[in-house]
């Protein structure tokens, strides 16, 4: 498969969780640490929570595939990957459609994927790695194949107009995940297995739905883009304010149109969310199940292996001896295109990309000075 190199070498940003907790019930990723802590619960309630999910299957529309590892002799029938290692594709989109609008602000029917992780989950389920791929990374985007026939034309841009490629509508979330995974791995060379894309409506109604989450942050921070203005200091995140200090690129506060900071804060910002849901004992409250459950599956599209409460119950069951400390967070190592903002992949970068397709822990550097994930926040 092809991959995008540039002329300096950079180290992958990252950061590791600490304690010895189920996985899934405090992964720093917003919507998986929903899925962890609602997942094996959603089964007391599994009609409304398959009845408010969305699946479309993007495996039916992507060509040229990399190959499906096959599965281990101990697998789990409860886990929809079944004894294999899962590479699952989380898309933040930043629709104007419907809600949206009124939340992001705009009336452009366009969407984008604003931000992107690649979730690799190990065959033997005893670690994860979440891989961030920054929006402004320039690549080769693949011609993609739509549910209506046509194929789109493709070419060199930013990463995050493949999602925007194959909603042609601005509405079509199945078409626009299905060409995102085609450039993920025309890229990279990993086979994804399943996908979850949440919106801005969505994401705000799960924060909304566990309360609140706190953050400490170290400066003020202002933004007229993200609609952002908070104060320095630990304080509790409503939806809405969770939402602008995830999306918030530049202002007061912040590396003007720097991405690179923003997914250091979108980390910081999810592991604060899975501490919260894990510290929620939705088993033992069921009004406060039902509803973060229910919020949930609304934010979500998914793919169909990841469609229903059983099969994300299997997945967080699977998951339940994960340390936390084997949950790595790596921001995919780029160097500047020299226009701004944009970035390339820098060279050497498949050895993280061969690391993923062949379920190995990948080789990760301290973090370096310029880490954004170090920069911002800390979650609490």
Not at 42 to 64: C, G, H, I, K, P
Not at 198 to 219: L, R, S
Not at 311 to 328: H, K, Y
Request: charged content about 20%; glycine content about 10%.
């Amino acid at each position: 498969m092809p991959r995008h190199t540039a002329a300096h070498a950079s180290s992958p940003q990252h950061r590791r969780t600490s304690g010895r907790h189920p996985v899934l019930k405090a992964i720093a990723l917003a919507i998986l640490a929903t899925i962890g802590a609602v997942g094996s619960a959603a089964v007391a309630m599994v009609t409304e929570f398959d009845r408010a999910l969305v699946s479309y299957d993007a495996d039916a529309l992507v060509t040229n595939r990399p190959s499906v590892r096959a599965p281990s002799a101990s697998g789990d029938p409860r886990d929809p990957f079944d004894g294999r290692a899962a590479n699952v594709l989380v898309i933040g989109s930043d629709s104007r459609e419907g809600s949206n609008q009124a939340i992001g602000g705009g009336t452009s029917r366009s969407m984008r994927s604003d931000s992107t992780v690649i979730v690799h989950i190990s065959a033997d389920r005893s670690r994860v790695e979440a891989i961030s791929i920054p929006r402004d990374t320039l690549v080769d985007i693949p011609p993609c194949t739509l549910s209506n026939g046509t194929t789109t034309l493709g070419g060199h841009a930013k990463f995050n107009a493949a999602f925007s490629y194959g909603a042609t509508q601005g509405d079509n979330v199945g078409d626009a995940a299905a060409c995102t995974i085609q450039t993920v791995e025309s890229v990279t060379g990993i086979r994804i297995d399943g996908f979850v894309v949440v919106d801005f409506a969505g994401f705000v109604g799960v924060i909304d739905a566990i309360g609140h989450v706190t953050m400490c942050v170290d400066q003020a921070m202002q933004s007229t883009d993200a609609k952002l203005d908070i104060e320095a200091g630990c304080q509790d995140f409503d939806g809405t304010t969770a939402l602008a200090y995830a999306r918030a690129r530049k202002g007061r506060g912040m590396p003007e149109g720097s991405d690179l900071a923003r997914i250091g804060r979108q980390q910081a910002l999810g592991i604060a969310i899975g501490r919260r849901v894990a510290g929620m004992n939705l088993l033992t409250s069921l009004p406060d199940l039902y509803r973060v459950a229910t919020a949930s599956a609304r934010a979500m599209t998914t793919s169909p292996n990841l469609g229903s409460a059983a099969n994300l119950a299997g997945l967080a069951f699977a998951l339940r001896s994960t340390p936390l400390d084997e949950i790595a967070f790596i921001t995919a190592p780029n160097v500047s295109a020299g226009d701004g903002a944009n970035v390339l992949f820098a060279p050497g970068i498949e050895a993280l990309w061969d690391a993923i397709a062949e379920d190995r822990r990948p080789a990760i550097a301290s973090p370096s000075a310029s880490d954004g994930a170090n920069a911002a926040a800390t979650p609490r």
